[in-house]
């Protein structure tokens, strides 16, 4: 009864986000991999530096 | 800094974050999107947890990518904290990004304490995970 009701608690919130109601549109593979390259500089990222947690890519 | 960075989303969780750019602030970004994890890693330095991001869009479903995952099942949209049809671009490793799980990258929207809506039933973390294997073998994915 009670899982029921906190179920219900969630969707109405996610029905009052005014941001779900936005329309979200497609990034072009250029803007991406610009920003990618942003990313890996400023953190050091794809050098497998990082621990993994939960990668399925990884198995 | 906000309790939800110090926690890391599960794999598979739908969250909300501004792609492909920071805070809306010097950006377009007006307003964080649906994003799927398709990945976690720490930084062993600084602690910091980063998310290997999919975007979900609401436009040219019917461009979908075999691979990519839509929902347009209005149940499974009520289900996931969405209110439109939307894909999940997973088909290449060319569309995802590694973002560091933090105030600058993520934002909840109005009503959730953090920016995770969900996470996806099984069939669909299946499917993803099926998808990221691939992709890795083929060595189509950005790595931690």
């Given amino acids: 009864m009670s899982l029921r009701k906190y179920a219900g608690s969630n969707r109405d919130a996610k029905r009052d986000a005014p941001e779900a109601r936005e329309s979200f549109d497609v ?5 991406i991999a610009a920003w990618n390259s942003k990313l890996n500089d400023r953190y050091g990222l794809g050098r497998g530096r990082l621990e993994v947690l939960e990668d399925p890519a990884a198995a | 800094m906000p309790d939800w960075e110090r926690t890391a989303p599960r794999i598979y969780s739908v969250v909300t974050g ?11 970004a ?13 930084d062993p330095d600084s602690g910091v947890v980063f998310c290997r991001i999919a975007y979900g869009t609401t436009q040219k ?4 990518h075999a691979n990519d995952l839509v929902v347009g099942n209005v149940s499974m949209l009520d289900d996931l904290g969405l209110r439109y049809p939307t894909r999940f671009v997973i088909h290449s490793g060319r569309h995802m990004v590694i973002m560091p799980w933090t105030s600058e990258f993520f934002r909840p929207w109005t009503g959730y304490p953090r920016p995770v809506l969900s996470v996806l039933p099984d069939d669909m973390q299946q499917h993803v995970g099926s998808v990221l294997s691939e992709l890795a073998r083929a060595g189509d994915i950005p790595r931690f």
């Avoid at chain 2, 501004?18 to 950006?27: I, K, L, Q, V």
């Avoid at chain 2, 479903?61 to 979908?64: G, H, Q, W």
């Fill in chain 2, 30 to 42: 007006t307003n964080p999107r649906p994003l799927l994890v398709c990945g976690t890693a720490r």
């Fill in chain 2, 61 to 64: 479903l019917d461009k979908a």
């Fill in chain 1, 27 to 31: 990034v072009t593979e250029d803007k």
């Fill in chain 2, 18 to 28: 501004f792609f492909p750019e920071t805070s809306p602030r010097d950006t377009w």
